[in-house]
DNA sequence: TTTAAATACATAAGAAACTAATGTATTTTT
DNA sequence: AAAAATACATTAGTTTCTTATGTATTTAAA
């Protein structure tokens, strides 16, 4: 598990990147997704989750659809047009600082690497 | 320049390798530093910057050394053996977390890129 | 030469985003 | 039957950053 400084700013992409991939989905399992994927060195509370897509919703990114499964109602998220080039932007800006990053983390900037 | 929410938690590692490399800086050079390593796509800010600097020093990770200059007094802060490993850890796990990101944000997780 | 810009430190109010805790309810597994 | 997992949500408090402001010296420009 990454420590939580480093998660921060990062989970607005992410959201919008698996948003991008994966058409439509629902907030507890893009937790489960992210845990998948990173092999539990990223996991997503909701206490942060939930209030984000609420944002993103408000903010016109994304659009909720509810579908009864049993009693429950789940609530899936998927992209407006807006949020569908609003994700391109954020995902090209953080590959792009992530070469400024790595640049400064492990470039050759006078002395020997750390 | 960067949104700032991407820059978000990654000032504290950024801080750490530029004194692990330079063995001592003063908080205005840091500045200056990073804004002429990325070409001025990351700004840091007085007001962020001194404050965790102040903190690091508080967590035992930075000495201060006062060097006068003409009639000003320069503070040149470098790291201590706790600072120094706590360096190495830090960047460590921030290159590993970009691997980690870059398989979520272009990895082939089921449909194209984005 | 006086004015502006750069250097160099610092703090402080407010905003944003997250943590950790808590809550409700249903469904599945043990 | 009990526990765990699924699935939503909110909230108090913390951290960290932004923006603004303040002081003072030094250098560059007008």
């Keep these: 598990m990454y420590s939580n400084e480093l998660i921060k700013g990062t989970l607005k992409t992410i959201v919008l990147k698996l948003l991008s991939e994966n058409g439509k989905m629902y907030g507890y399992e893009m937790?489960?997704?992210?845990?998948e994927l990173t092999d539990g060195?990223?996991?997503?509370?909701?206490?942060?989750?939930?209030?984000?897509?609420?944002?993103?919703e408000a903010?016109?990114?994304?659009?909720?659809?509810?579908?009864?499964?049993?009693?429950?109602?789940?609530?899936?998220?998927?992209?407006?047009?807006?949020?569908?080039s609003s994700a391109s932007?954020?995902?090209?800006?953080?590959?792009?600082y992530m070469k400024t990053m790595k640049f400064i983390l492990q470039g050759d900037n006078?002395?020997?690497?750390g």
Tied chains: 1, 2.
């Design 31 to 35: 937790t489960q997704k992210v845990k």
């Design 41 to 56: 060195k990223i996991i997503i509370t909701e206490g942060a989750l939930y209030p984000l897509l609420h944002k993103l």
């Design 59 to 84: 903010d016109g990114l994304l659009i909720t659809e509810k579908v009864p499964i049993g009693k429950r109602v789940r609530k899936y998220y998927s992209l407006t047009d807006q949020g569908s």
């Design 89 to 96: 932007e954020k995902i090209a800006e953080f590959l792009d």
């Design 110 to 113: 006078g002395l020997a690497l």
